[in-house]
């Protein structure tokens, strides 16, 4: 397994290209099960590139930038059991210049749950994806479900400017107590680390009162807010289309059920992606490959 730190480092990935597919996972390192588990099937499409990179621009000014947890070493320690050729962990100079320089800004995915909270967040995230794609050029990019409405919002980006990448998003992976795994659940103390478990409750509940055959979002995400008020604070709970993320009267097809809670400090993310067919609610997928 390889480390690439600069530009020269990336001359590797160009040699790999020529005889296979060249697959990007990208990360902000911390690694857990989850990001192994996108690691793992990224080995499914070709040649598996992992980046390593705490993107500065996609972080809000009171946001955890400074403390979001480091540690490269044993982030390679993790992946060299896997099938993985090489890490990218650039300095920040390599993506980010003295001048103010282009950003990408999001389309019209980004409005609303996290968009909404995170005022920035998007345009930082697909910056920096657009940097990565173009330093790393990823025949595929594998990102996590997780961050639904992040996979959305890149998948616009790649379809509006023309980018030649394939996209692949990954079921999420949990605790076992349902939990989604996250960096940021290292932040939680015990009693907290109890607490966070009301988000996967919470959609459970969605999903529950769809397959009870309600199809009214506003109920909906009534039965999941409830759920919800062992939170310390309920940044969102609501039901959404996919992929354009927009809010119907009525619930059909593909849908995300999502949710956002502080539990003191720490603000958790989780979701479901289902889709509603003639033999009922079904897991469903965000891009339609995996
Ligand atoms: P992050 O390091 O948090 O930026 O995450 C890097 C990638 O891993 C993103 O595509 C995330 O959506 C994905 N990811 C994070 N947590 C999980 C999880 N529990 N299961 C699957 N993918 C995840």
């Given at each position: 397994?390889?480390?690439?730190?600069?530009?020269?480092?990336?001359?590797?990935?160009q040699?790999?290209?020529?005889?296979?597919?060249?697959?990007?996972?990208?990360?902000?390192?911390?690694?857990?099960?989850?990001?192994?588990?996108?690691?793992?099937?990224?080995?499914?499409?070709?040649?598996?590139?992992?980046?390593?990179?705490?993107?500065?621009?996609q972080?809000?000014?009171?946001?955890?930038?400074?403390?979001?947890?480091?540690?490269?070493?044993?982030?390679l320690?993790?992946?060299?059991?896997?099938?993985?050729?090489?890490?990218?962990?650039?300095?920040?100079?390599?993506?980010?210049?003295?001048e103010?320089?282009?950003?990408?800004?999001?389309?019209?995915?980004?409005?609303?749950?996290c968009?909404?909270?995170?005022?920035?967040?998007?345009?930082?995230?697909?910056?920096?994806?657009?940097?990565l794609?173009?330093?790393?050029?990823?025949?595929?990019?594998?990102?996590g479900?997780?961050?639904?409405?992040q996979?959305?919002?890149?998948?616009?980006?790649?379809?509006?400017?023309?980018?030649?990448?394939k996209?692949?998003?990954?079921?999420?992976?949990?605790?076992?107590?349902?939990?989604?795994m996250?960096s940021?659940?290292?932040?939680?103390?015990?009693?907290?680390?109890?607490?966070?478990r009301c988000?996967v409750?919470?959609?459970?509940?969605?999903?529950?009162?769809?397959?009870?055959?309600?199809?009214?979002?506003?109920?909906?995400?009534a039965?999941?807010?409830?759920?919800?008020?062992?939170a310390?604070?309920?940044v969102?709970?609501?039901?959404?289309?996919v992929?354009?993320?927009?809010?119907?009267?009525?619930?059909?097809g593909?849908?995300?059920?999502?949710?956002?809670?502080?539990?003191?400090?720490?603000?958790?993310?989780?979701?479901?992606?289902?889709?509603?067919?003639?033999?009922?609610?079904?897991?469903?997928?965000?891009?339609?490959?995996?």
């Open positions: 397994m390889r480390l690439l730190r600069n530009r020269s480092d990336l001359d590797f990935l040699s790999v290209k020529r005889d296979h597919e060249l697959v990007l996972v990208p990360t902000m390192g911390a690694l857990h099960e989850g990001h192994l588990s996108l690691v793992e099937q990224a080995s499914r499409w070709g040649t598996v590139v992992v980046s390593i990179f705490v993107n500065p621009t972080f809000g000014p009171n946001e955890d930038f400074a403390s979001y947890p480091r540690n490269l070493d044993l982030d320690e993790m992946l060299r059991s896997l099938d993985v050729a090489a890490v990218f962990a650039p300095e920040t100079s390599l993506l980010y210049g003295q103010v320089g282009v950003t990408v800004q999001p389309g019209s995915r980004s409005a609303g749950l968009g909404d909270d995170r005022p920035g967040h998007f345009a930082g995230v697909l910056t920096v994806v657009a940097k794609f173009g330093l790393v050029q990823p025949d595929v990019a594998v990102f479900r997780k961050d639904a409405q996979c959305l919002v890149i998948d616009q980006m790649v379809e509006d400017l023309r980018m030649p990448v996209l692949v998003d990954c079921p999420t992976f949990r605790e076992t107590d349902g939990l989604a996250s940021r659940n290292r932040y939680l103390n015990e009693e907290q680390r109890i607490r966070s988000l409750t919470a959609l459970r509940a969605g999903r529950s009162l769809l397959e009870q055959g309600e199809r009214n979002p506003v109920v909906i995400q039965g999941m807010e409830k759920e919800l008020a062992s310390d604070e309920v969102y709970a609501q039901v959404r289309g992929p354009g993320l927009d809010v119907n009267p009525e619930v059909t593909r849908l995300l059920l999502a949710v956002s809670a502080r539990i003191g400090t720490t603000r958790l993310i989780d979701n479901f992606v289902l889709e509603i067919t003639d033999n009922g609610v079904q897991d469903g997928s965000l891009l339609g490959l995996e």
